[in-house]
């Protein structure tokens, strides 16, 4: 139950299996009752039998011949996600969530863990199409097939707390059919996630243990409140829509719209597109796979200083691909919405120091943030270095091409306690899902290894600077911007 939370702190800022594994061991000699501890058994379960069916697989492929080796790598796919299906897939709550999040940031956790939890960004069992008729027509009023055109009982998309159902509408207004994707949430999830969230503060106790100044109960309190918002269908649909108002008419960002008349607390329905997923997109050409990595970096920056919000769970199964730089965002349940103080505070950080390089102004702005405890003995410098690593990227006016090689070191440096000025650093309450996207961006577009002059797009995106377009997706964007203004 907590080993969900711990797998979601893995996501936001390290290497969660070994802690989360470590966790499970410690909870099981202490003897919790046994409905939790055997929860929690299963997960552990999971680990040993992925890492088992590696081991053996890889055994029995030295003497294999080529053919043998593609069938044994199939058979340990295959019973990878059984494990899966079996162990945490029955368990519809916070777990799954989290194992889809840790899954795609950290390429140095152990491989057979970590093609487990991806398993989880598709393939979650779904719910029989009986069960989903019976929660729409509960919330609803009416059973699908009275409500749509059309209506398929077989989802085309499942994961952690609902699936998807495509579906047909008529407007009223015009006769013309519109094809809609129906988001259902599992019957009892929120029990579910509600009983794992009641044992989260476990998890301060345990982040306390390694990470010398850190102050876990905010970041625990952060991971609460945001989880339980995902819940909550109406304001999914609220979140949504905002986003879907602000990019209307942009030319390479889009956001499906909400149809209110058939949504409500446990079902979203919005218009639905069609596109190319994550897996096929990396197999376009370079300049294709750039172009992507550059709207999914203009989109969650446009989106923070223009919206001051962004989506807390950016993984590659909530993007459809469309080419020429074109996509689509799907899944706004977990949206984190900033104060103007907070990100006023966040371009202070990122202007002293990409910008200006005033390291001494920027150790005044973290320690007021609360993200480095004043009394830290090391110099100015010293601590402008050690938090610079975030802006890596935009720091200089030059070309950089990301890898997955910088964003597993970022994840290792946040996770690092050795360093002096680890004691003394802590993640506060606005700063928790803050590092969730940056982790979260960086990892995506180090699979890309995508390529560009990021310096040069960041100036156009902070508000400080709002430079000139310095490419051809800032060329297209441009009359979207002006007609905004």
């Known amino acids: 139950m907590s080993r969900r939370l711990r797998a979601f702190v893995g996501a936001v800022a390290a290497a969660t299996a070994v802690?989360?594994?470590?966790?499970?061991?410690?909870?099981?000699?202490?003897?919790?009752?046994?409905?939790?501890?055997?929860?929690?058994?299963?997960?552990?379960?999971?680990?040993?039998?992925?890492?088992?069916h590696y081991a053996s697989t890889a055994a029995r492929k030295i003497f294999a011949s080529t053919e043998r080796r593609i069938e044994l790598d199939r058979e340990r796919e295959l019973k990878t996600a059984e494990a899966v299906a079996d162990r945490?897939?029955?368990?519809?709550?916070?777990?799954?969530?989290?194992?889809?999040?840790?899954?795609y940031v950290d390429e140095g956790l152990p491989a057979p863990l970590r093609e487990a939890l991806a398993q989880l960004q598709a393939n979650a069992p779904p719910m029989s199409g009986e069960l989903a008729a019976e929660v729409i027509e509960r919330e609803l009023g009416r059973p699908p097939h009275e409500l749509f055109a059309e209506w398929d009982p077989q989802p085309i998309a499942a994961a952690s707390i609902g699936q998807v159902h495509r579906a047909v509408v008529v407007d009223p207004a015009t006769g013309h059919e519109r094809a809609v994707a129906v988001k259902v949430q599992y019957p009892g999830v929120?029990?579910?996630?509600?009983?794992?969230?009641?044992?989260?503060?476990?998890?301060g106790l345990v982040l306390q243990q390694g990470f010398g100044g850190l102050d876990a109960d905010e970041m625990v309190q952060e991971v609460k409140e945001r989880l339980i918002e995902e819940l909550d269908y109406q304001l999914e649909a609220r979140n949504q829509q905002l986003f879907a108002d602000f990019y209307r008419g942009h030319p390479f960002i889009h956001v499906p719209d909400v149809l209110p008349e058939f949504s409500g607390r446990t079902v979203i329905t919005s218009e639905l597109v069609g596109g190319h997923t994550w897996a096929e997109m990396k197999t376009w050409s370079q300049h294709e796979r750039d172009m992507a990595g550059e709207t999914l970096f203009r989109f969650v920056f446009r989106s923070l200083y223009g919206l001051h919000a962004f989506n807390?769970?950016?993984?590659?199964?909530?993007?459809?691909?469309?080419?020429?730089?074109?996509?689509?965002?799907?899944?706004?349940?977990?949206?984190?919405?900033?104060?103007?103080?907070?990100?006023?505070?966040?371009?202070?950080?990122?202007r002293?120091?990409?910008?200006?390089?005033?390291?001494?102004?920027?150790?005044?702005?973290?320690?007021?943030?609360?993200?480095?405890?004043?009394?830290?003995?090391?110099?100015?410098?010293?601590?402008?270095?050690?938090?610079?690593?975030?802006?890596?990227?935009?720091?200089?006016?030059?070309?950089?091409?990301?890898?997955?090689?910088?964003?597993?070191?970022?994840?290792?440096?946040?996770?690092?306690r050795t360093s002096p000025i680890a004691q003394y650093a802590t993640v506060p309450k606005a700063f928790v899902f803050i590092q969730r996207i940056n982790l979260g961006l960086y990892a995506l577009l180090g699979e890309l290894r995508a390529t560009g002059n990021y310096r040069r797009i960041a100036e156009e995106l902070w508000p400080f600077v709002a430079g000139p377009p310095s490419t051809p997706l800032a060329e297209r964007e441009q009359p979207w911007l002006t007609a905004r203004r």
């Open 312 to 350: 807390g769970d950016p993984h590659p199964g909530n993007y459809l691909f469309h080419g020429d730089g074109r996509v689509t965002f799907l899944d706004f349940g977990l949206v984190k919405h900033f104060t103007a103080d907070e990100m006023a505070t966040f371009l202070s950080m990122v």
């Open 19 to 52: 802690a989360l594994v470590a966790a499970l061991a410690r909870r099981e000699r202490a003897h919790l009752r046994a409905s939790r501890a055997q929860r929690n058994v299963d997960v552990a379960r999971l680990g040993a039998t992925v890492g088992r």
């Open 88 to 103: 945490l897939g029955s368990m519809k709550g916070a777990l799954m969530k989290l194992g889809q999040m840790a899954s």
């Open 190 to 203: 929120g029990e579910a996630v509600a009983a794992d969230l009641r044992n989260a503060n476990l998890l």
């Open 352 to 416: 002293a120091a990409a910008f200006d390089h005033d390291q001494r102004e920027f150790r005044r702005i973290v320690e007021h943030a609360g993200m480095l405890r004043t009394g830290c003995p090391a110099a100015d410098e010293e601590i402008g270095e050690y938090f610079s690593q975030f802006y890596e990227s935009v720091r200089h006016d030059a070309p950089v091409t990301w890898s997955s090689e910088y964003a597993t070191r970022m994840v290792r440096h946040v996770f690092d």
